[in-house]
């Protein structure tokens, strides 16, 4: 185990010479699996329209059915998208919201998503609410009091993540979704950093829709997430771009529409005009690698050092932290007590070649730190000699 780390760290394209600590942002692809994504494109390239007519939909089957294995749901319930962000703005354009309506979210959500939310909301004359969740986080029923305390009989969504982006932590999204469901308030969970981070078992959790993206923590190529929706909000779903695939509806589309699946729902998301989906081929090959490699120990060694950090950093600054041990996974965002936020980001990379996120917070600068599998605790403590040289 003690030569893992540096096993893995060649398994992967990152950069030797940078202290890799932010594969939260975009992942990393390790070479068995970015080798698949390349042969497919070759294979795209040799026989475009073969490709593109046929094998398309074959590796598409493939594909979905294996990921619905490791997230446990029906492959016909799930769709490949470029990113989780294209996911939320898919849902935003279908679900039925009206004036005075309320969606309710917190001010920990990606910036992307907030912005179409507002957007939304504005144009529809319905209320984006966000739960002011105050930091630090004492213990999870704190959390849920501040979450509730901004729902009301006008409540018909919940948009949260299960993991932030912002601040790295797990949030308790099964107990949101049990009060939910008796509250009769549809689910819309954003799980961008959930698969290969944390279990996750759909069927378990039981959202109405999800999203999770699979070039993170899963490693697969760039560009490639998915969106769950229950069977029951399939009937009548619409893509924002309608192709060959829709239609069936229609007597006039009839003699040409393309059916690859008995699923409407797959049908007409699957093609939506001529774009690369090799990337979206590769799950297999990037749930293989990572039980190769008994990903499952590979997790509990980087949860380990991410709380080992965190408490070393904040021994030296004597800032509180925003959250317990126990919601954080891969990730963990540290106060650090220095004003230039830019100019501090600028440092580590361009002195101490160290690749992390960095942000204000209030009076001190934020940092989040991403620990993976090619992260050794060599990296950890070039990161904390850093640290107390700027500090």
Not at 196 to 208: G, R, T, Y
Not at 293 to 317: G, H, L, P, Q
Not at 350 to 375: C, L, W
């Amino acid at each position: 185990m003690n030569n893992l780390p540096d096993a893995l760290k060649n398994m992967f394209l990152l950069d030797p010479e940078i202290t890799f600590l932010n594969h939260g942002s975009y992942g990393a692809c390790p070479k068995p699996v970015f080798k698949s994504y390349q042969k497919y494109q070759m294979e795209l390239e040799m026989h475009p329209v073969k490709f593109m007519q046929e094998d398309v939909y074959r590796l598409l089957e493939i594909s979905r059915k294996s990921l619905s294995d490791y997230i446990n749901c029906d492959k016909d319930d799930l769709i490949y998208v470029s990113n989780p962000t294209h996911a939320v703005g898919t849902v935003i354009h279908n679900i039925s919201i009206n004036p005075g309506d309320e969606v309710l979210s917190t001010n920990l959500e990606y910036g992307s998503c907030d912005r179409m939310w507002t957007y939304d909301s504005e144009q529809k004359d319905y209320k984006y609410i966000q739960a002011d969740i105050t930091l630090p986080i004492e213990n999870k029923e704190e959390f849920l009091n501040e979450f509730w305390s901004s729902a009301n009989e006008q409540t018909k969504y919940i948009f949260i993540s299960q993991i932030t982006s912002s601040t790295g932590m797990i949030l308790p999204i099964p107990d949101i979704v049990i009060e939910a469901k008796k509250r009769g308030i549809k689910t819309i969970i954003d799980g961008a950093h959930v698969p290969a981070h944390i279990p996750l078992d759909i069927k378990e959790l039981d959202p109405d829709y999800y999203t999770g993206a699979l070039h993170k923590w899963l490693c697969c190529p760039k560009g490639i997430s998915f969106l769950y929706v229950k069977k029951e909000y399939q009937e009548g779903i619409q893509p924002m771009v309608k192709s060959w695939g829709w239609g069936e509806e229609y007597e006039k589309f009839k003699s040409s529409i393309q059916l690859h699946s008995p699923s409407r729902f797959i049908n007409v998301f699957q093609w939506q005009g001529t774009t690369d989906m090799s990337a979206f081929f590769t799950v297999p090959e990037a749930i293989q690698f990572q039980n190769e490699y008994d990903w499952k120990t590979v997790r509990s060694r980087c949860f380990d050092m991410v709380i080992e950090a965190r408490n070393r950093i904040t021994d030296i600054t004597k800032l509180p932290k925003i959250c317990p041990d126990s919601w954080l996974g891969h990730m963990a965002t540290i106060l650090f007590p220095i004003e230039d936020t830019a100019s501090f980001k600028k440092t580590l990379y361009n002195d101490y070649q160290i690749e992390i996120p960095v942000m204000s917070h209030k009076d001190n600068t934020a940092f989040r730190i991403s620990v993976q599998g090619y992260n050794s605790e060599a990296d950890i403590d070039h990161l904390i000699n850093s640290l107390e040289e700027l500090i």
